[in-house]
């Protein structure tokens, strides 16, 4: 719809492969000379990472890459936006990432993104929390190869004393879903992000906005990540609040 609003000859348009056929499937498509690039969903976001010609430094820590752009030459170059968009949607909040410390709770697709572009920002700190310590050590490592000057660990989910608490869990999904991390050690000055979309304001959000903590809502993280895509594929860029007008009138 966006294109549309704004005459530019282009559409997404949405396909289905089996995991199996996935690498040739994508390399087939390249072949294809109207092709700009490719927005990537699960499962193949991790595959992707293995079969561009070049990636950005946030798919070497993430470990995934969700969009892939056909350069002139033909060359694939391989980025991952879910923590752009949500780096984005800090900043458009007010957030200042320049000293800040940081809690990612949950370290898999989407919290390894958001730890990589929050490193990108400059923040001064990343301290990563899940129930399955392994992936966390290694998110670590690589965040330490690629920011020397980041301090980084992996300890328990306490949210006490950080300037941006991050759930990167599925918690919230569902209605009897615990909380990620106990809300009552928040401060009121600390930022709380959201990866759920299920509902804009999840158990989390609410119990942190009564304590009076800026947020940034699953939500927020979509429609920056779209600009993102735009200036990534060469079309301009576009406002998040125009993008949620059209999707309103088109959906």
Known sequence: PWFEQRGIDAVVMPMGVQSEDYPAV???????????????????K???????????TTVKIAGSCNAILKRPDGT????????????????????????AKCLVVGTGGVGSAIAASLAAEGVASISLCDIDRVPAEGLATRLRNHYPRLAVDVRGSDPAGYDLVVNATPLGMKPDDPLPFDVTRLAPATFVGEVVMKEEITPMLRAAQDRGCPFVVGTDMLFEMIPAYLEFFGFGTAAPEELRAVARVAY
């Not at 490719?38 to 499962?43: E, Q, R, S």
């Not at 991790?46 to 950005?56: F, H, K, M, Q």
């Open 26 to 44: 994508l390399k087939s498509l390249f072949k294809l000379t109207n092709l700009r690039g490719v927005l990537v969903t699960m499962p193949h």
């Open 46 to 56: 991790v595959t992707s990472a293995g079969l561009v010609d070049e990636c950005t």
């Open 76 to 99: 694939l170059c391989g980025d991952m936006f879910d923590g752009t968009g949500f780096a984005r949607g800090l900043r458009h909040k007010g957030f200042a990432f320049g000293g």
